[in-house]
C-alpha cells in the first residue's frame, strides 16, 4: 500500500474514533448519562402499550348514566346505550358505548353494569356469554379506586366467520352490582390501536355507584 493511502487510512480512522467518543464528552471516567424519565414504564399485562393522554372525564360527558366514570381519549366520544334484552349478556346490560371512529379506530369501550356479587365471577359469565369462544385467556387480580376487581385479556374466536381477534375487559363491583368495561375492534389491529384508551379507561376509573365498598 502506498505511503499516502496508509497516512489517508489513518486520518480517517481517527475522525471516526473522535466521533464515536463524542457522546459521553464531558462525564466522568465512570459515569453514565442519566436514563429517560419523562415516559413510565409499560405495563408488561398491556402488550407494550400505555395509556393515551386524556381529553375529558365520562362523568363530566352526561351522555350517559353510568356506575363508573374514567378519562377517555382525543376525539373519542361517548353515547347511552338504548339496550333490550336482546343486548344483554351474562346478566349485563350495555349502558354506555365510547366510539373510536372519531380517533381512527373500528371499536368501542363499552360499559355493561349489572345485579352481582362477585366480580371475578360475574366477568366469567359475561365473556363466555358472548359471540363465538373465549380463547387464551388471562387473567389478573386489579384494583380499582381501591376496590378490588379483576382484568382479562383474550381472543375472541367467531366460527361462523373463521375469524381471531384480540379483546379485553375489566369488571368491579360498585355496590349490589357489577360494571365491566370491554374494548373491541373490528380486528386485532384495531384493538391494538385502541388499547392506549382502554388503559387509560383502566387506570383513571373511579366508581360512581352509591355503597361502593
Known amino acids: 500500500m502506498h505511503t499516502s493511502a496508509v497516512t489517508g487510512l489513518a486520518a480517517v480512522m481517527l475522525v471516526v474514533?473522535?466521533?464515536?467518543?463524542?457522546?459521553?464528552a464531558g462525564l466522568d471516567p465512570g459515569e453514565t448519562e442519566p436514563?429517560?424519565?419523562t415516559t413510565a414504564?409499560?405495563?408488561p399485562f398491556d402488550e407494550g402499550?400505555?395509556?393515551a393522554e386524556p381529553i375529558a372525564a365520562l362523568a363530566d360527558d352526561d351522555e350517559c348514566d353510568v356506575p363508573?366514570?374514567?378519562d377517555i381519549a382525543d376525539a373519542w366520544t361517548a353515547e347511552s346505550v338504548l339496550a333490550d334484552l336482546d343486548f344483554e349478556q351474562g346478566g349485563l346490560m350495555p349502558v354506555c358505548e365510547i366510539d373510536a371512529k372519531p380517533a381512527g379506530w373500528l371499536g368501542y369501550i363499552r360499559v355493561w353494569s349489572g345485579p352481582a356479587e362477585d366480580a371475578e365471577q360475574a366477568l366469567e359469565e359475561f365473556l363466555a356469554d358472548g359471540a363465538g369462544e373465549v380463547e387464551e385467556p388471562e387473567s389478573r387480580q386489579i384494583e380499582i379506586a381501591g376496590?378490588?376487581?379483576?382484568?382479562?385479556a383474550y381472543v375472541r374466536f367467531l366460527p361462523a366467520v373463521d375469524e381471531r381477534k384480540r379483546e379485553r375487559a375489566f369488571a368491579v363491583s360498585t355496590g349490589d352490582e357489577v360494571a365491566v368495561v370491554t374494548v373491541s375492534g373490528f380486528d386485532t389491529e384495531e384493538y391494538e390501536g385502541m388499547l392506549p384508551a382502554y388503559?387509560?379507561?383502566r387506570e383513571t376509573?373511579?366508581?360512581?355507584?352509591?355503597?361502593?365498598?
Open 17 to 24: 474514533a473522535g466521533c464515536s467518543g463524542s457522546d459521553d
Open 35 to 37: 436514563a429517560d424519565t
Open 41 to 43: 414504564a409499560a405495563d
Open 49 to 51: 402499550a400505555v395509556a
Open 68 to 70: 363508573i366514570t374514567f
Open 147 to 152: 376496590v378490588d376487581g379483576v382484568e382479562t
Open 199 to 201: 388503559i387509560l379507561a
Open 205 to 213: 376509573a373511579q366508581l360512581l355507584a352509591d355503597g361502593a365498598e
